[in-house]
């Protein structure tokens, strides 16, 4: 098999001129879109989302849907939490990134997202991919944790394949022997994805990490490489999270990593590196 | 995260009275399922089912809905699949395996199938093995090829928790570094689910070798490592093959493998080995 | 870089007729070579030996020079577990495997060994190689726990094109993300690695599975694949062993293993599978 | 079996205080070490050398002993090399770092190079590391490309617990079953190995991109996370170089990549970040 990057070279969007939820970020600044792994309550999801705008951060990330190894794990609240992303969205004004689990949900996932997230378990679910290319919004897409490069290109195409070239890939670490990393975070695929395509590729330190203590390193590392973005999870209350809280960073370490990526970032503009 | 084996081993079936389709197996005897990896006419079909009832097979496997890396690639019949597969029920007397792909088809599958397969890519699909375990048929989870055996054994807990304690795993093979094989068959895995619960366990060894002339050797090694059963990919025109022809044996090489296996395994019983 | 199997098909020693240390094993015959992780004491060594030369099994293996991870971990009793290996040879008449840590050993080595045994942490030690090379005696080459066929193949190159066309391959596993397995046994290489070259391949179920219980069926396994031979570790007080006790069988289970290994491996003469 | 962090910790030196060769960089500048792969002859050495000088890096690295996968590769000049690398010391005054491969040429390495290298295939070499403990000079230890990071440590502990505390450790990239990169660079061992020990930590992304284009970003990303230097394959014409010339930099690639090392390394003070 060998995927077509050319097609998504010539359908992608330039890096830089992403436009999420029809607002244009300034070519110059990375996208960082923050938030807690899942919303828990109204009162969490926006106790945080301020935080979070307070950043400058340009989105709040938080799960409706979540996707659960084990059944008998906190699945997310579901519909009421996209109701809750929705009012976060009107109160703080930040763009809204979440999850969209099956094709049952995409559509009402959709009404509430600016940015629509296909998750690593899911990048190898075509009939979803294909909905996702139906959907209206643009889709982030997170590279399965045993993809290779040409794959993510491919399932990508199955959006793009659909109608949809507003595609945003993710990397968030890669299933290796490491025991020492909750994954192994491959920032050389940022560079050959940005060589090989024009889509954007955000980086996706906390998973990958699994710690709080590198989540901000990491995060400076993927800006420093040539990365269009950071997703981060954030959570001011980490030992109370229902999901993923000992890789959550603080609200004020969220404003360090942002003043940092933007430093790092803003001094390559987008689209020239690693050609 | 730490599955729960012994939920399992309580609910599971044990191994050798496996019922697939209301007909059940001699305790003895290895599970056979074979055919060829895509419906692609009734004329196809029906050709090589004959070959694998007269092999002795247990039953035919081929997919009507196919996941494909590429959304340029062929992607099954779909329902007219699915109409094939039930002719060639009718017409053989095997028991029949084929894949749902999503939700959306899993009722129209069940309908056709004594065995509903989800596959590799399905395996951390939890809305997917939901719906499975609400479709009254056995189903046959096949490992993701980067999925440990807890993840493994989570995913057929969403299966068992839905009510269906049907389930027979299926190691297929693994991602590594390796590059002689499309993925590295894991027969260790065999002994470890099979000693952590009652479920049966079969193995894949075309889709692990990629490659015709290797299959027969470890669907034997399959055997002797104790696996219940295995689940094989045979054509008789290989070259004209719309998927994975170069992995598929001949139905003479399919005759020598059921002797094989039969003689390997049977020497010993199910469900004593490796305890 | 890619590896010249056709040079090691000419120079290797044809399956079935590996004469190590003089003596031809039956060309129907599988090599076992069967004892403990270490040398400890004469007397261990001896008792072990002597039930190694009742189950049948063609050689006794141990290590006088260990290559430990820690150097707080015991090292072997180095020349003194030569001679100890020396006395194991006069008075069982088994053919003595141990390993050759380093260049300033390996004469010593050679004198007591009938074949010397090259780890998996050496097979990209080029200098030691190559003096196994001009070593003058049968070389058993693990192949290196990440380490792809065609680097195994360059490193028994080395040893070829240093004189020495006895080499003996031996696929002990390798690493990947799995936590169920010391090492992921990857019998896939044994065919690939019999279809390209003429030497033998063996297997060493017991550094893989890390578990007792697992050796015997993996050994099984390993005969049913067509591998010519099997390494295994034996213990009769495993909970006293220095080294590895989880993973080593007793001298019954061994009694088994030989009468599995042979009823396998006999049903297929050697030289004739996986072509 | 556990690595004995604290340790190393104890005894290993401060970051920020590494004394290379009797000579202490300021505290604050990354240690950057570049040049060929292979010595090839002295004016190509010399050549690349002034270079080399003239960037700003801090020392010269390049092979007078190669480790090569196959025996019919250029194995290196060997003596004749090392001859060659004390004239490149005296004329640019640059550090010099090269590779012992095994414990006969230990010694002669030793009187030339101010830091020896042990590279990835000997991490696992215990006899070499031995007596690397016991050469007098400091030890750049080269992570194996399979190699967890307890292993790593200990093999650090084979060079500290025979008398030499002087061990700089260098990630390079493990193997994955990612085929976009020659080895995934693992920019999270870096924090992980400076959160555990006191010892300087190194990256060399040239073995880890295999590609020169990669390599710039690569070593801004290490800096970002914290490394304390990087080690970098220079070649001023890559296509006559007889070894690993497609991931060689040019001298003026060189240039930038001190600057922009410097520029963000600087703006941390080792020792300070990821703990």
Chains 1, 2, 3, 4 share one sequence.
Do not use: W
């Amino acid at each position: 098999m060998s995927a077509r990057p050319e097609r998504l070279r010539v359908e992608g969007i330039a890096p830089g001129s992403v436009r999420v939820g029809g607002r244009a970020p300034a070519s110059s600044d990375p996208l960082i879109l923050a938030g807690p792994c899942a919303i828990e309550s109204e009162e969490q999801a926006l106790r945080i989302a301020r935080r979070v705008a307070a950043s400058g951060a340009t989105g709040f990330r938080g799960g409706a849907f979540k996707p659960r190894t084990s059944p008998y794990d906190f699945q997310g609240l579901g519909e009421e939490g996209l109701a809750i992303l929705a009012r976060v969205r009107r109160e703080t004004g930040l763009l809204i990134c979440t999850e969209a689990l099956d094709g049952e949900h995409l559509d009402a996932v959709a009404r509430v997202a600016d940015v629509v997230q296909i998750g690593s378990r899911n990048m190898d679910n075509p009939s979803l991919l294909a909905r996702a290319g139906r959907c209206g919004r643009p889709v982030l897409l997170k590279r399965g944790f045993a993809a290779t490069l040409d794959e993510l290109l491919l399932a990508a195409e199955y959006v793009v394949a659909n109608g949809n070239p507003r595609v945003l890939l993710c990397e968030r670490g890669i299933r290796t022997f490491c025991d020492h990393s909750r994954a192994t975070l491959d920032l050389h695929a940022v560079l050959r994805l940005r060589a090989r395509t024009g889509l954007p590729v955000l980086v996706d330190p906390s998973h990958a990490a699994g710690l709080r203590a590198d989540v901000l390193p990491l995060a400076r590392a993927a800006a420093a490489v040539g990365a269009d973005g950071v997703l981060v999870e954030v959570h001011d209350r980490p030992e109370e999270a229902l999901c993923d809280g000992p890789q959550a960073i603080s609200p004020d370490e969220l404003d360090q990593l942002v003043g940092d990526v933007r430093a790092l970032g803003g001094a390559r503009p987008l689209g020239r590196c690693a050609s």
